[in-house]
């Protein structure tokens, strides 16, 4: 319990999220008429959480306890399976994968990593059969997709996040380990994830060199020629000083990199770096995107 209780803590801390009242057919004892468990008791005791009811999600019963947050308005919630007429006394847990953009500005590759925990589930929603989970944050948004199977685990299927520049980072999972990476189309009228479209792009000049990282220091001598295509698994902003001594008052501009997947001609699949400068990508109901506007040359 120590564990699950200094979790969701840290959850709210980095959110921001105030309590309420509880609903009107609920208080500390019990909710609809079902008693409430011991732990879910000592979570309210926290002072962080209110009980919302008791509510229907594909067919499943569960109690929410939910808490807003206080700048953007949107709800979270930890849910609770309610079975037999009976509250179950541990929260569904689920694979929560993190890997925060944040730092993308600064040309930093943030750590990633994944565990298996209590779920906080924000502003839920159903979308072909799975559960939508969508948090917003400052200059940036994320959804991630669960499948509920028969056992009652939420099974994270995908992530997309957009943190800036248009562009939608999503992720596959299998088991709670990113399978494979793409990146979609950013276009604000996208409601959901099944309407998102992945980008694709295609050499436009006469050599685009490689890049074994999104670091100009990185770059090798393998290179795609005028009209190649490829797929995008992700992107990479890249800060420089353009004198020397390179510090904080340095003028400073940006590359910007996109990870792709060229497929040769034998089938083989080649996954590099490249630079913007020398590609166009297309996409939905973008069209032909112009990349040059993401970097300073």
Same mark, same amino acid.
């Given at each position: 319990?120590?564990?699950?209780?200094?979790?969701?803590?840290?959850?709210?801390?980095?959110?921001?999220?105030?309590?309420?009242?509880?609903?009107?057919?609920?208080?500390?004892?019990?909710?609809?008429?079902?008693?409430?468990?011991?732990?879910?008791?000592?979570?309210?005791?926290?002072?962080?959480?209110?009980?919302?009811?008791?509510?229907?999600?594909?067919?499943?019963?569960?109690?929410?306890?939910?808490?807003?947050?206080?700048?953007?308005?949107?709800?979270?919630?930890?849910?609770?399976?309610?079975?037999?007429?009976?509250?179950?006394?541990?929260?569904?847990?689920?694979?929560?994968?993190?890997?925060?953009?944040?730092?993308?500005?600064?040309?930093?590759?943030?750590?990633?990593?994944?565990?298996?925990?209590?779920?906080?589930?924000?502003?839920?929603?159903?979308?072909?059969?799975?559960?939508?989970?969508?948090?917003?944050?400052?200059?940036?948004?994320?959804?991630?997709?669960?499948?509920?199977? !028969?056992?009652?685990?939420?099974?994270?299927?995908?992530?997309?996040?957009?943190?800036?520049?248009?562009?939608?980072?999503?992720?596959?999972?299998?088991?709670?380990?990113?399978?494979?990476?793409?990146?979609?189309?950013?276009?604000?009228?996208?409601?959901?994830?099944?309407?998102? !479209?992945?980008?694709?792009?295609?050499?436009?000049?006469?050599?685009?060199?490689?890049?074994?990282?999104?670091?100009?220091?990185?770059?090798?001598?393998?290179?795609?020629?005028?009209?190649?295509?490829?797929?995008?698994?992700?992107?990479?902003?890249?800060?420089?000083?353009?004198?020397?001594?390179?510090?904080?008052?340095?003028?400073?501009?940006?590359?910007?990199?996109? !990870?792709?997947?060229? !497929?040769?001609?034998?089938?083989?699949?080649?996954?590099?770096?490249?630079?913007?400068?020398?590609?166009?990508?297309?996409?939905?109901?973008?069209?032909?995107?112009?990349?040059?506007?993401?970097?300073?040359?």
């Amino acid at each position: 319990m120590k564990v699950i209780k200094f979790y969701l803590l840290a959850l709210l801390f980095l959110a921001g999220f105030v309590s309420a009242s509880y609903a009107d057919t609920c208080n500390y004892s019990e909710c609809e008429g079902i008693a409430l468990p011991d732990n879910v008791k000592k979570i309210l005791d926290e002072g962080y959480w209110e009980v919302d009811g008791i509510e229907n999600l594909l067919n499943k019963k569960y109690l929410f306890l939910s808490a807003e947050n206080v700048n953007d308005a949107y709800k979270c919630s930890i849910l609770f399976r309610v079975n037999n007429n009976k509250i179950e006394s541990q929260p569904v847990s689920g694979w929560h994968f993190f890997n925060y953009k944040s730092d993308v500005n600064s040309g930093i590759e943030p750590p990633t990593f994944a565990k298996y925990d209590p779920l906080m589930l924000c502003d839920i929603s159903v979308v072909n059969g799975n559960v939508v989970s969508s948090s917003r944050y400052q200059g940036g948004w994320e959804e991630k997709v669960y499948h509920i199977d !028969q056992e009652n685990n939420f099974i994270l299927l995908l992530s997309d996040a957009c943190f800036g520049f248009g562009f939608v980072q999503r992720m596959y999972f299998n088991n709670g380990k990113v399978d494979r990476k793409l990146v979609y189309d950013g276009e604000a009228f996208h409601f959901d994830y099944l309407s998102r !479209q992945p980008l694709t792009g295609k050499v436009k000049t006469q050599k685009a060199f490689l890049y074994k990282k999104p670091d100009e220091k990185q770059k090798t001598k393998a290179y795609l020629i005028k009209g190649d295509t490829f797929t995008l698994r992700d992107y990479s902003l890249e800060w420089y000083c353009t004198n020397l001594p390179c510090d904080y008052n340095s003028k400073k501009k940006s590359r910007f990199y996109f !990870q792709i997947d060229y !497929q040769k001609p034998s089938g083989e699949h080649l996954i590099a770096w490249i630079r913007s400068e020398g590609i166009r990508l297309y996409g939905g109901d973008l069209g032909e995107i112009d990349t040059e506007r993401y970097s300073d040359n």
